[in-house]
């Protein structure tokens, strides 16, 4: 799909990475629909000329709405709080949400999807490195009291793949990592947390997977460019070690606690990015670059 002059329709366009994806998808000449619960919450996506239409994951009617007319959805709106651990709310917004957004994608007669999921979505990711595509996912007999977001992302990944095949969507997945940048209320505001004190901890031996906002929104728009991506789910993310990332956001922010007390952490985890790289063209920011944007006025 040529992006320039299409009319792409995005969930959670106010949030964190929908605007990074608001912005990436204007960048190559898409026009803009933005399906959100709350239209006016952001009045500069109204100023870049985005249309905005009311609807909210659970009025499956009102997202039919959203998406006439549209030339490709993309499914990003989620819930994400690192301290919500309610069942409930996770499978009415994730899950649920996920069905009632594929449903009206269909009814509303598009047939483009990207769906963002997340590398929470694989079993048993503790320690594992090169974890690909392939990788085995969590299901609903996973579930447990600490892990309702990591569930239900991978049930609702598993519920757009389905409604994709029930109704001949062209659907292809995205999974990235802990995402930063700005606007970013979750990863990003602990790392300005654990900088803003005199004294600070530095986990040794800690090795995170981590992607910049914006390398997220050009994946989903590579993703809608290369008719190859149908079907397929891609990795996003880049591996980083705690000590790094301090250092770089030192940098950037140029906060840095005047002691860093040294906390033996031995954790690795590393994402396999090979197939976005190969398949999509994509390729990550680097550290220094998106830690600079994220940290700019």
Sequence with gaps: MELNGK????????????????????????????????PDRVPELLELGVEMRKADLADRAALTRGFEGVDAVVSNAALLQLTNRDWAEHLRTNVEGTRNVMAAVAAA????????????????????????????????????????????????????????AENGLALSCVRPSAIYGKHDQNFTRILKRLTRWPISVLPMGMTVPLVYAGDVAQAIALCLERPTSVGRSYNT??????????DEWAVASGSRPAVRVPVPVPYRQVVDSARAMEELGWRPTSLEDGLRKTAAP
């Design 7 to 38: 009319t792409i329709a995005v969930t959670g366009a106010t949030g964190f990475l929908g605007r990074h994806i608001v912005d990436c998808l204007l960048s190559r000449g898409a026009r803009v629909v933005g399906v959100v619960r709350t």
């Design 109 to 164: 007669g598009c047939e483009r999807v990207v769906h963002v999921s997340s590398i929470a979505v694989y079993k048993g990711r503790s320690g594992q490195t090169g974890i690909t595509e392939d990788h085995p996912r969590l299901t609903l007999e996973d579930r447990g009291f600490f892990n309702s977001y990591q569930v239900s992302k991978a049930v609702s990944e598993s519920e757009a793949w389905a409604s994709a």
């Design 237 to 246: 993310s880049s591996s980083v070690s705690a000590r790094t990332l301090l």
